[in-house]
């Protein structure tokens, strides 16, 4: 190992660490605009102008929590809007809003970085961070105020203090603080809302905590998420008369993603088949009667009980479509040929993590059932890559590995620091104090 690269792993031990990752993560979005030409940097997001920001302006001007037709705002969950206030009380002109998604962008930077640094090592940690950084649909997704900004800051933050709450004297502290983020991610984007079954899932792989402390982790982590959105919850109660998971438009997302090559000025894709494309159109005919998200369901169960072949070719399209496909379809193959390369890479990595047994392979489970955790939510609603970078950005650690592994002719043995740091996480776990970063 040369001695830049162990000066360099020595930084991303450190204290520095985080916020390094932080930095080129901001550098390479700023880089990425300045490059983007001036026809595609336009913000394409439609729910921004039509509903986050109008919410937030209204409740800065002192009109309450409602939407651009004066109603209570609930087609939404309020985190995104409620963090947009400040950039509303500034102006929010272009420049306030270029300020805020930079924030969002460099807490996402490290806060991945500090979770990866404690789930597996300082080097490994950097290329996972350097990774995601400088992955194209992260990039794009950067070009715009999108919620995906503050929600997968809050994702990260919340896998530290998970993993925290594993390793620390203070888990109880941890795992409130955990619960508390998971429910604030899920106030930004409803694909949280179950997000703690699968890190409970997870807890069921740890080693070093005895299992009492697990089950009372798991049980702090459901008590503040269910705390942190229950006042949500309870205020659109009173403002509708109906009890909703998070928001109103949990029917309309599901039906999105069941219709979404039959709406309206959309041309059918040329792989879509008939019977498919029927029953798109028959479900879209049905709209005005399905009154709920389960009314959605139940119609989709019943034609499958009837005929199952097109609905099970509509959700192995959604299932595939989940991993490069975007709203527009129109660069859906050339994302499908980016997407191809990180995960040949990831299912390399996952390889090699899995041979290492161990801990190592424990990561690659607790990786595979959040990943899938989202690739499950992302199939139910409308199935694009766009809600599937949570997952993405865990996969980056397998692919971290995968090109750490390559690298070692060029680079002698990486592993070096690699295995140190490990080393020194353990003596720490054993201990009883979590890292001291």
Same mark, same amino acid.
């Given at each position: 190992?040369?001695?830049?690269?162990?000066? /360099?792993?020595?930084?991303?031990?450190? *204290?520095?660490?985080?916020?390094?990752?932080?930095? %080129?993560?901001?550098?390479?979005?700023?880089?990425?605009?300045?490059?983007?030409?001036?026809?595609?940097?336009?913000?394409?997001?439609?729910?921004?102008?039509?509903?986050?920001?109008?919410?937030?302006?209204?409740?800065?001007?002192?009109?309450?929590?409602?939407?651009?037709?004066? #109603?209570?705002?609930?087609?939404?969950?309020?985190?995104?809007?409620?963090?947009?206030?400040?950039?509303?009380?500034?102006?929010?002109?272009?420049?306030?809003?270029?300020?805020?998604?930079?924030?969002?962008?460099?807490?996402?930077?490290?806060?991945?970085?500090?979770?990866?640094?404690?789930?597996?090592?300082?080097?490994?940690?950097?290329?996972?961070?350097?990774?995601?950084?400088?992955?194209?649909?992260?990039?794009?997704?950067?070009?715009?105020?999108?919620? &995906?900004?503050?929600?997968?800051?809050?994702? !990260?933050?919340?896998?530290?203090?998970? %993993?925290?709450?594993?390793?620390?004297?203070? %888990?109880?502290?941890?795992?409130?603080?955990?619960?508390?983020?998971?429910?604030?991610?899920?106030?930004?984007?409803?694909?949280?809302?179950?997000?703690?079954?699968?890190?409970?899932?997870? +807890?069921?792989?740890?080693?070093?905590?005895?299992? /009492?402390?697990?089950?009372?982790?798991?049980?702090?982590?459901?008590?503040? #998420?269910?705390?942190?959105?229950?006042?949500?919850?309870?205020?659109?109660? &009173? #403002?509708?008369?109906?009890?909703?998971?998070?928001?109103?438009?949990?029917?309309?997302?599901?039906?999105?993603?069941?219709? !979404?090559?039959?709406?309206?000025?959309?041309?059918?894709? =040329?792989?879509?088949?008939?019977?498919?494309?029927?029953?798109?159109?028959?479900?879209?005919?049905?709209?005005? +009667?399905?009154?709920?998200?389960?009314?959605?369901?139940?119609?989709?169960?019943?034609?499958?009980?009837?005929?199952?072949?097109?609905?099970?070719?509509?959700?192995?399209?959604?299932?595939?479509?989940?991993?490069?496909?975007? &709203?527009?379809?129109?660069?859906?193959?050339?994302?499908?040929?980016? #997407?191809?390369?990180?995960?040949?890479?990831?299912?390399?990595?996952?390889?090699?993590? %899995?041979?290492?047994?161990? &801990?190592?392979?424990?990561?690659?489970?607790?990786?595979?059932?959040?990943?899938?955790?989202?690739?499950?939510?992302?199939?139910?609603?409308?199935?694009?890559? *766009?809600?599937?970078? =949570?997952?993405?950005?865990?996969?980056?650690?397998?692919?971290?590995?995968?090109?750490? *592994?390559?690298?070692?002719?060029?680079?002698?043995?990486?592993?070096?620091?690699?295995?140190?740091?490990?080393?020194?996480?353990?003596?720490?776990?054993?201990?009883?104090?979590?890292?001291?970063?």
């Amino acid at each position: 190992m040369s001695a830049a690269a162990r000066r /360099w792993g020595s930084l991303l031990a450190g *204290r520095p660490g985080p916020w390094l990752a932080a930095g %080129w993560t901001v550098a390479l979005h700023l880089l990425f605009l300045v490059a983007l030409p001036t026809q595609l940097a336009v913000n394409e997001s439609t729910d921004f102008t039509t509903f986050y920001r109008p919410v937030a302006e209204n409740a800065w001007s002192g009109a309450g929590w409602t939407d651009r037709d004066g #109603q209570p705002a609930v087609r939404y969950p309020p985190g995104f809007p409620l963090l947009l206030v400040p950039v509303m009380a500034v102006g929010g002109g272009p420049g306030a809003l270029a300020v805020f998604v930079g924030l969002c962008v460099g807490v996402a930077g490290g806060a991945l970085f500090f979770w990866a640094r404690h789930a597996t090592d300082a080097v490994t940690a950097g290329l996972v961070a350097l990774a995601f950084a400088s992955y194209p649909v992260w990039l794009w997704a950067t070009k715009q105020p999108n919620s &995906e900004l503050p929600f997968l800051s809050l994702f !990260f933050l919340a896998l530290v203090a998970w %993993w925290r709450a594993n390793a620390s004297r203070r %888990w109880p502290a941890w795992a409130l603080a955990a619960g508390a983020l998971v429910g604030a991610a899920a106030l930004v984007r409803p694909i949280a809302v179950g997000l703690a079954l699968p890190l409970a899932v997870v +807890a069921l792989l740890w080693r070093q905590a005895p299992r /009492w402390r697990r089950i009372a982790a798991v049980g702090l982590l459901l008590a503040a #998420q269910l705390l942190t959105v229950a006042p949500w919850v309870v205020w659109m109660h &009173e #403002q509708t008369g109906r009890w909703m998971p998070l928001s109103s438009g949990g029917k309309l997302s599901v039906l999105d993603g069941l219709t !979404f090559a039959v709406d309206p000025g959309v041309e059918p894709p =040329p792989w879509l088949s008939d019977d498919v494309e029927t029953l798109m159109r028959e479900i879209g005919a049905s709209r005005a +009667a399905l009154g709920s998200t389960h009314d959605v369901l139940t119609h989709v169960a019943r034609r499958a009980a009837s005929d199952p072949a097109p609905v099970a070719q509509l959700l192995a399209i959604k299932a595939v479509r989940a991993w490069y496909g975007t &709203e527009s379809m129109r660069l859906d193959p050339w994302i499908a040929a980016v #997407q191809a390369i990180y995960l040949a890479l990831a299912s390399f990595g996952m390889v090699l993590l %899995w041979r290492a047994g161990g &801990e190592r392979r424990r990561l690659a489970l607790a990786i595979l059932f959040v990943v899938g955790y989202f690739w499950g939510m992302t199939i139910l609603v409308l199935s694009i890559l *766009r809600y599937m970078l =949570p997952a993405m950005a865990l996969l980056m650690v397998p692919v971290a590995v995968a090109v750490g *592994r390559m690298a070692q002719p060029i680079l002698g043995r990486p592993d070096g620091l690699a295995a140190s740091a490990m080393a020194d996480w353990r003596s720490r776990l054993a201990a009883g104090g979590g890292s001291s970063s």
